[in-house]
């Protein structure tokens, strides 16, 4: 029986989960995609959370036990029952019968925090951006769409902080690649929605050769860096690149993945594709970022490898 290739997307509230999520579900083709979000898998609701006074991203608030017991099914190709809570209500809805494509993305707070679900993945992101950009991030999503005010958002990301400290920041530990997306000059504003990424490649999973990149010359050295560090006291390659690149300049770095993957040739064409890299910007306005288009490239790439490797 064939299996589908999982990829987790871990990181803290409003890290950026959903967003790189989506476009990698479009990337890969939706129809091929199951998305879940572990966020389902939490324990107490909204009103039980204040009550107790337990957090969101504590383990106890969560049934880890089931999650990893179901990402264990998928893996294997089989449905679960999957559980449901709505961030409108803050309750649970009635569990949804869950089939798995080809394709299973599951992203959240918890995901790489048992063994046996880190096993379950090909692929593992974890997403860490500056935390003042993700407070923002969370204030505007929170204020906008959960329907809580600015000084709740800020109140409760205090009260997060440690919880954040010993639940979700370890987990960057197990991940394949991590993914920040940073202002360049730590000035949001000045920014304009043009952010940079910065890759940590861990050596846990084979990265495309990048290394010609430091050979190309013509500013390509300023707007595109590879170079060599410790991650968690590992060490482990940094691609990054900036906000201000040129498309001639994020093309060759494309040819790299393209030419080492065919399958990438299609989605790597940006005619085809118009929607590669596209994120509303703080203003609301929709911009295509070249970071978020090579990180969503990179990350493609790996599933598509797993297929191969695979089958
Ligand atoms: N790469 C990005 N570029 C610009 N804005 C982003 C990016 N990623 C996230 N954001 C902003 O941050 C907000 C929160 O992101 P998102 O919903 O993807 O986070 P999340 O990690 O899924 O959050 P949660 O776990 O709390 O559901 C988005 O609504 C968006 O405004
Ligand atoms: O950390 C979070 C991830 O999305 C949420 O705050 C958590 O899931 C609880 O949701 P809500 O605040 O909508 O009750």
Redesign the pocket.
């Known amino acids: 029986m064939s299996r589908p290739i999982i990829l987790g997307i871990v990181?803290?509230?409003?890290?950026?989960?959903?967003?790189?999520?989506k476009g990698i579900a479009q990337v890969l083709g939706p129809e091929n995609v199951t998305v879940i979000?572990t966020?389902d898998y939490h324990k107490y609701d909204r009103k039980q959370r204040a009550e107790i006074g337990i957090t969101a991203i504590h383990r106890d608030c969560n049934y880890l036990d089931i999650m990893q017991q179901h990402l264990s099914q998928l893996r294997i190709g089989l449905p679960i029952l999957k559980p449901v809570y709505s961030?409108t209500t803050g309750t649970f809805e009635p569990p949804v019968y869950i089939k798995p494509n080809k394709f299973v993305i599951i992203?959240?707070?918890l995901g790489y925090s048992t063994r046996i679900a880190r096993e379950s993945y090909d692929v593992k992101v974890y997403?860490a951006?500056p935390e003042s950009l993700r407070a923002t991030?969370?204030v505007?999503?929170d204020t906008q769409?959960r329907g809580y005010t600015e000084e709740q958002v800020l109140e409760e990301l205090k009260k997060r902080e440690p919880d954040s400290e010993e639940f979700i920041r370890p987990q960057r530990q197990w991940s394949d690649i991590v993914v920040s997306?940073y202002p360049p000059n730590d000035d949001l504003e000045q920014a304009n929605?043009h952010?940079n990424v910065r890759l940590v490649l861990r050596p846990t999973i084979p990265h495309p050769d990048f290394t010609q990149i430091i050979n190309y010359g013509n500013g390509m050295e300023s707007a595109i860096r590879l170079g060599l560090d410790r991650d968690m006291g590992k060490p482990v390659d940094v691609l990054e690149v900036d906000g201000h690149a040129t498309l001639e300049q994020v093309n060759k770095l494309e040819q790299i993945l393209c030419s080492d993957m065919p399958h990438l040739k299609n989605i790597c064409d940006r005619e085809g594709n118009p929607e590669l890299g596209k994120?509303?910007?703080?203003t609301g306005e929709t911009i295509q970022?070249y970071p978020?288009a090579i990180t969503q490239l990179l990350i493609t790439y790996h599933m598509l490898k797993a297929t191969q490797i695979y089958s």
């Open positions: 990181g803290d509230s409003a890290a950026g989960k959903t967003t790189l999520t979000c966020d961030h992203e959240g707070l997403l951006p991030w969370k505007k999503r769409k997306f929605g952010l994120v509303a910007s703080t970022s978020l």
